[in-house]
């Protein structure tokens, strides 16, 4: 509490991909969020997480743990998504409990609270057996469904984290923690992001109690778990568990994890690569490039665009087919490969006649302040080129064929989000290169679309999905749009604030 | 403070542990710094887990301040 010292310190603490690789070593936990870049960047984080136990282990690298203190209880929050690159301030918190905290600027992203043990040593050395190598079941995440997650679900499971990278960690991180300590954080890892939940899991808190486990300082034990849903809150997808961890030994460390779950937006009106049947042919001989068109709103704007038969380019980072689309692989913000993107279309179709900006980066919360400049920065460098470089790139295109430029902005910039400065910056910013767009070309019609909250992996967050509207209407609304007259000049369109 | 303002306080002591005790009448979403989306989901958590109820989640975006979940509390325990 806030009566007590805290102590903040000026060291810092900053992972890199190599960090979560060798946590990965260590743990097993090869959940994609963290492992997999790819994964990551087509999720609303954008980039690989930080492992939230992994955060844990670097504050334990901040307590004095000597051979003679006992851990009682430890609990870990992992408050807000941690990223590579980033420097998270350590806070430590003395009194009992004790606490240790990674800050970005003024934001708790993970604490550490501990209790000790202050009973004298029982004098039990354990003969659990010491594994010369890691034992865990799964090689790939479970994928369960919110349906099959349910209270009184239960699985259980044997666990041996890898000794070698355990080493490498516990050094990396200057932990003093017993082995044992430490094992049970990278099983906590490994059960929420293998196992329950899995493959969606969100990791929230860790609460471990060790009041009945003994075990010998150098001993890692192999542990055999058995867990239980206990609780489900279909409201925000969270899921609550408890476990029980056993050595050779008879006592046992109680665990409860709790977890959030990121339900799949995999659906007929989410996937990319589902085409309705023709519902006209108003757009038949009109050739529309869609910049993001392979996720959410922008696969939806292609679905619509084809179903009323448009010929329909799209862009995306990651490769994928949808039907009826010629896509290209790569990032709007590459000015030189859009340029191939246009040669390719004026060889092939002659002419464009709807430009479609509708790619955006990931939206991470930030607050403004020091640590948050970089990020910040970035972000607004980023998403404005995605935008930019379409308009410079296209603009005299579809200048030639008195065409559309569509460029999809957000009604953020007239009901600012407080945690996003920067993508209400970069929304407003793009809306005032359209005005300038349409200045500078005014036989084009440029239009400003301002969506609400719209539900796609952009905003697959507990929160982030309450009162998000599917990207289907928004799209069906645009392309009915780009159905009727075209009206040089600059126009807007803007959806009623859900009720 | 009432019984459910002093066990809201502590409720937002978890919360917001940097907080001191003589803001936390006052503490709202302006005025505290850490007080974003992911603290209002685990304020949620740990004022169901305290005072055993299940809160709407759509009052969720209106309880902005001490003051507010206070008298939501009172209200709910009142028609409890």
């Known amino acids: 509490m806030r009566d007590t010292p805290v102590t903040a310190s000026k060291v810092v603490v900053r992972f890199a991909p190599e960090d979560l690789d060798l946590f990965r070593d260590a743990s097993g936990d090869r959940n994609p969020i963290h492992c997999s870049a790819d994964y990551a960047s087509r999720t609303v984080y954008g980039e690989r997480l930080v492992y939230g136990a992994l955060g844990a282990i670097a504050c334990l690298g901040h307590i004095d743990l000597g051979p003679d203190m006992r851990i009682a209880k430890l609990v870990a929050d992992f408050q807000r998504p941690m990223f590579c690159g980033v420097d998270y301030a350590v806070h430590r918190i003395e009194g009992s409990p004790f606490c240790v905290r990674l800050m970005d600027g003024g934001l708790p992203v993970v604490t550490v609270t501990l209790w000790k043990d202050s009973s004298p040593r029982k004098g039990f050395e354990s003969t659990g057996v010491c594994q010369s190598h890691s034992y865990w079941k799964l090689s790939e995440p479970v994928c369960r469904t919110e349906e099959e997650i349910q209270p009184g679900l239960r699985v259980s499971g044997r666990y041996h984290c890898d000794p070698t990278a355990l080493v490498h960690l516990c050094d990396r991180w200057a932990v003093s923690a017993t082995a044992s300590l430490v094992q049970t954080l990278l099983w906590g890892s490994y059960f929420t992001g293998m196992d329950l939940p899995g493959r969606s899991a969100l990791f929230f808190r860790l609460s471990l109690d060790f009041s009945d486990h003994q075990a010998n300082d150098d001993t890692c034990e192999v542990l055999d778990y058995e867990a239980v849903v206990t609780k489900v809150d279909p409201r925000l997808s969270q899921v609550r568990c408890q476990a029980t961890l056993k050595g050779t030994t008879s006592q046992a460390i109680k665990a409860e994890c709790m977890s959030f779950l990121r339900p799949s937006l995999d659906s007929p009106n989410n996937s990319a690569t589902e085409i309705s049947q023709p519902l006209s042919n108003d757009l038949a001989g009109k050739v529309a490039l869609v910049i993001g068109g392979n996720r959410g709103l922008g696969a939806e704007i292609t679905r619509f665009l084809v179903s009323h038969g448009c010929t329909v380019i799209a862009t995306s980072r990651s490769p994928g087919a949808q039907n009826g689309v010629t896509t290209f692989s790569g990032s709007a913000a590459d000015a030189a490969w859009l340029q191939t993107v246009r040669d390719a279309i004026q060889k092939q179709h002659g002419k464009l006649d709807f430009l479609v900006c509708n790619a955006f980066p990931a939206i991470n919360p930030l607050r403004m302040e020091f640590n948050a400049i970089e990020r910040i920065q970035a972000y607004l460098q980023q998403a404005t080129a995605l935008v930019l470089n379409p308009l410079c790139v296209f603009m005299e295109m579809l200048d030639a064929s008195g065409g559309r430029a569509v460029i999809v902005s957000s009604t953020a910039t007239q009901r600012p989000v407080k945690e996003w400065p920067h993508y209400v910056a970069a929304k407003k910013a793009i809306e005032g290169l359209a005005e300038v767009a349409a200045l500078q070309y005014p036989r084009v019609q440029t239009m400003i679309v301002r969506p609400n909250k719209l539900l796609t992996e952009m905003t697959n967050t507990p929160m982030g999905r309450q009162n998000a509207e599917p990207p289907s209407r928004v799209a069906s609304k645009l392309v009915d749009h780009l159905r009727g007259p075209a009206q040089p000049g600059l126009t807007l369109l803007e959806f009623p604030e859900p009720a | ?80």
Request: aromatic share 8%; net charge negative.
């Open chain 2, 1 to 80: 403070m009432d019984d459910t303002g002093k066990r809201l306080a502590g409720c937002f002591q978890v919360v917001f542990p940097d907080l001191r005790e003589a803001e936390i009448p006052s503490a709202s979403q302006q005025t505290v710094a850490a007080w974003d989306s992911v603290a209002a989901i685990t304020m949620m958590n740990v004022i169901e887990d305290e005072f055993a109820l299940q809160m709407d989640l759509d009052d969720l975006a209106d309880l902005d301040s001490f003051e507010k979940v206070h008298a939501y509390l009172q209200k709910r325990l009142q028609v409890a």
